[in-house]
């Protein structure tokens, strides 16, 4: 389906994930969704009666679980735990490039926008991110980290990515981004082997 | 000097500097500026005649050096390296706390919302960012971090600690922070250990 013949709704929705994505909450208008979007104003207030407000709340669900799916896919694919962080981190790096620097994390500008100043906005993000942590978590642990260990290390993850995302949209740079990648894959390859030291020394005698 | 006393021009920017902080650029207006600086509207133009851009690139400027200034502190004042790593994210994880998440990197959001939209003040950005990159990195090689790896953990450094910004600000939560600073003071632990293992390696043997 091309975007021309999407559904009002969709097409509004779309075109504001992507203007957030390049410019944040703040810096984009209801005028400009609706025009970019192709979409008569009175539609905006009648799918989102809350709103910039309720349609922000959407698009921080729908493009964060989208990016979410996005970066499993290009994980679950890859044979083992640390081909798919380097897949995603190097994936991230390709992709700022090819966009101008542009397209990074969906929900990330938004988030510090809105952090101290909209709590409802705030609470979406907040979603998000707990969302992220757990899918990252559970890939952790299948993998054989200790559950423990699993969500420290799925933060730590997620922020190397979106702080390498900072710097690497306003340098211009997306060396930034492949770095954590690297950094990360490496601390993941040391947990793991923690985990299996941990596990040779604890396994019962009789089953050794 | 109280807040009161000061210059115009001084109370401007510090305002500016706080609102940046808490709500980004575009969350910003001028007159709100004007009015919590207890400025005259007209002072705003007199003082930077290219408008929120001129002031905006001032506040960049004052807002990162005096930031790297106080990290800076920190990490200088503990005994070694690992320490100060460690110092400067737990310092910045209190601060969150104690600020009710508000007062975290200075030009976090801004270098995020102006990164596609604003060349000017993303070259203002980027210059803070190579600026503390390369403090970081001084630092690193002082403490025995090869010059040619040096540059690349000061960046992952950084990186870590704007992306645990972002999930402690969503998230209402400074944990990120710490556990960044423990992984981060991990790898650098490491990095001084190769180099110190290819210093001995590759000593020369009348010196030995």
């Keep these: 389906m091309s975007a021309s013949t999407k559904p009002t709704k969709d097409r509004i929705v779309e075109t504001t994930e992507r203007l957030f994505r390049r410019q944040g909450f703040n810096g984009t208008g209801l005028k400009q969704i609706v025009a970019e979007a192709n979409a008569p104003f009175g539609s905006l207030y009648h799918f989102f009666p809350g709103g910039k407000e309720q349609l922000g709340t959407e698009v921080i669900h729908s493009s964060g679980l ?9 994980f679950d694919a890859a044979g083992d735990v640390l081909a798919g962080i380097r897949d995603c981190f ?5 992709v700022l490039r090819a ?3 542009e397209d990074a994390c969906p929900i990330e500008t ?3 926008e809105v952090a ?4 409802t906005l705030r609470v979406a993000c907040a979603e998000i991110f707990e969302s992220w942590i757990a899918s990252a978590s559970t890939r952790l642990q299948s993998a054989g980290v200790e559950k423990a260990r699993s969500r420290e290390l799925a933060i730590f993850l997620i922020s190397a ?3 390498a995302f900072v710097l690497a949209r306003g340098m211009r740079d997306a060396r930034p981004v492949e770095i954590a ?4 894959a490496h601390v993941v390859a ?3 082997r923690a985990a299996k030291r941990r596990r040779a020394t604890t396994r019962p005698r009789g089953r050794r």
Excluded: C, W
């Design 90 to 94: 190097d994936g991230a790096a390709e």
């Design 99 to 101: 966009t101008d620097y």
């Design 161 to 163: 990515l979106e702080g």
């Design 110 to 112: 938004v988030a510090l």
């Design 181 to 184: 990648g690297e950094h990360v």
């Design 116 to 119: 101290s100043t909209n709590e």
């Design 66 to 74: 989208m990016y979410q799916r996005l970066v499993e896919g290009i």
């Design 190 to 192: 040391e947990a793991l």
